[in-house]
């Protein structure tokens, strides 16, 4: 999600949204009824929606994986396109926003008020390489898991004056109970979650809602940090040339908390200092594209851009 090196304990997990693209109704024949050609399994074959009327390859394959998803088979003889049930994705993600504060405690005690303690934003910068399995268990039904690691960097300004809630200790000859420092944390961890995704359309459109959950055991913290991101997606599916694929634009909301423990020295005591975050913008938009190479391989590329910016690459190997 560096010059001192401090205990940190932080909420960082990378945010998985690595599309499982559509499916939807597409093939229509002169009285509505279904025409499929035979397909090569070569040919590029968009996961979301084609235009009725449309002549192109059949979806409609005989393969052991064909018992997903549930309803699929009959699905595609009625002329709607789904993707091949089980897909493997190599991801990368990277993303860069500031946290706001909310409590400052020190050793437990809420110290957080004018006078006391002041913390302006945290800025967050991390990236993540990820590997997902998923598989379609109804036409318009995805799911998939998650496994990954993350390395980033944490940093912001920090001024907190210890005098008015340990006066005995700061009373003391050579205690120094002023923190005033610009912190830089270096972390890394392992990322595990799992999400869900509804999608559908309507000829050469689709719309998706993705909701997704991870936990990062951060080389660094105590306890896992947890996120939860749900993103939607509009766009158009067809072809343009050689160039088969998908255009959307869409929303990101990222709920993050996370919390900074900077150990501070007063004497021969130790005082942890806490500093509470959370996400200062939840929302940002997004927008990308994806390109069907073939019938089981594609890539996508997907920016985000607001408070938060991101950048994210991904390609996928569908059987």
């Known amino acids: 999600m560096h010059n001192m090196v401090m205990p940190f304990r932080a909420g960082l997990p990378m945010l998985m949204v690595l599309l499982p693209m559509c499916l939807v109704p597409v093939f229509a024949g002169e009285h509505g009824s279904p025409q499929l050609p035979q397909n090569d399994g070569a040919s590029p074959v968009p996961q979301v929606p084609k235009a009725p009327g449309a002549i192109g ?10 018992f997903l998803p549930i309803l699929g088979q009959e699905a595609c003889e009625r002329g709607y396109v789904l993707p091949r049930p089980f897909g493997v994705s190599l ?11 909310r409590d400052v405690l020190v050793n437990g005690v809420d110290v957080k008020g004018p006078g006391v303690a002041v913390v302006d934003e945290v800025q967050n910068e991390e990236s993540t390489v990820t590997l997902r399995f ?4 109804l036409p318009f039904w995805n799911v ?11 940093k912001g300004p920090l001024m907190v004056d210890l005098q ?21 944390l270096d972390y890394e961890g392992d ?39 749900v993103s939607a997606r509009v766009g158009w599916n067809g072809q343009v040339g050689k160039f088969a694929g998908v255009l959307w634009a869409g929303l990101m909301y990222e709920d993050i908390d996370q919390v900074l423990d900077l150990r ?37 590329a997907e920016f ?3 408070e938060r910016t991101s950048q994210m690459l991904n390609a996928t190997y569908r059987f």
């Open 57 to 66: 390859p059949s979806t409609c394959e005989n393969r052991w994986s064909g």
């Open 191 to 229: 990322v595990m979650g799992a999400g869900t995704t509804l999608a559908g359309g309507y000829r050469s459109f689709f719309a998706m809602v993705d909701i997704n959950y991870t936990e990062t055991d951060l080389n660094i913290s105590t306890t896992d940090a947890t996120a939860t991101v």
């Open 304 to 306: 985000g851009v607001g």
């Open 264 to 300: 501070q020295d007063i004497g021969d005591s130790i005082l942890v200092v806490s500093v509470e975050q959370s996400t200062k913008e939840p929302l940002n938009y997004i927008f990308g594209g994806q390109w069907d190479i073939n019938r089981s391989f594609s890539v996508l």
């Open 164 to 184: 008015p809630v340990f006066p005995l200790l700061c009373a003391l000859p050579g205690n120094n109970c002023q923190l005033d420092t610009n912190f830089e």
């Open 134 to 137: 998923d598989a379609w268990l």
């Open 144 to 154: 998939y898991g998650i496994l990954g690691r993350t390395d980033g960097e944490a």
């Open 91 to 101: 991801g990368y993600m990277h993303q860069d926003q500031p946290f706001e504060v």
